[in-house]
């Protein structure tokens, strides 16, 4: 498939490297490619950043049939700009594709397009400390049709957008709320699939955290409403008697790259870890018998997010010293090293752009 580039000709004012947020800032192309039944997967291109013109019966929009993906680019201290593990991004795009009724897409060509558009979109990539450009491919059904079916027309598309530094105030741990009246996803349901319907379920036990004083929500699992599943938007680890214990798959998780970069680690640093069932009361049981060390959440976004306090019906517990425990610090600096390219990419994760 041939990609076509189509130049702008007029560019954005590019934000201070310091005063970077989360998610408000775009650059000036994107990548999109469209699906259709008789062409598949065609017309790739790099354009001009421009909205979508939709129809107000686009299927996305009533039904919530899409997938999105979430990864970063990096600046080296060289001045090079490289990617984490973009290929697990994608196949995770297309597992998630698959349980919503999506054509798949060519991974290995899409990450090919992903370096073109980051090429030319490289004085775009911030270079303070802690800075990045979010990458943000996603798929969206595009039928103007009012009928439950999957559409048979979609929208590929990749938007970047420059972020600054998750831990501007410092490395801090970080307050949860375990909710009982809700829960993100269940076994056999779309959990372990990036689409958007999941994040929109999770709003009212966000609000609720919120209302109460807590950053994020601790979610038990769907069925007996007592297993760890996730915290917030990412996996959750815990640290027990000196043990990496953190819930296996079982269809209701979303499967990240960086749990299972923490596992990798992990194993290579000779530290026991356990992929299994955890329930909420055991972490109240190994906390009360002073074996809980720590807990840390892992996701693209944060990297690893300490958590220093956990509030379960009327119970509150503050884990280890409430202060970073050591194995949170240990894999967050192992891992943005990686990243940033200041340490030996340990398994080829890293990919020059
Ligand atoms: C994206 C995501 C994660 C973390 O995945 P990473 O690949 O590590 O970024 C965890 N949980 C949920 C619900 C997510 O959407």
Redesign the pocket.
Known sequence: MQLNIKKADQFKTKPDDSKLSFGTTFTDYMFNMDYNPQNGWHHPRIEPYASIDMDPATMILHYGQGVFE?LKAYRTEKGTVQLFRPRD?FRRMNNSARLLCIPEIDEDFVLDCLKKLLTIEKNWVPGAPGTSLYIRPTIIATDPFLGVRASHTYRFFIILSPVGAYYAEGFNPVKIWVTRNHVRAVRGGVGEA?TPG?YAASLYAGEQAHKHGYTQVLWLDGVEQEYIE?VG???IFFVIDGELVTPMLNGSI?P????DSVIALAKMWGIKVAERRISINEVLDVHDSGKLDEIFG????AVISPVGEIKYGDQLITVGTGKVGTMANRFYNELTNIQYGKTKDPASWIEPV
């Open positions: 979430g991004n990036k999941n996730e938007a990412m996996n979303l990240g790259i960086t749990r892992s996701g693209t976004a």
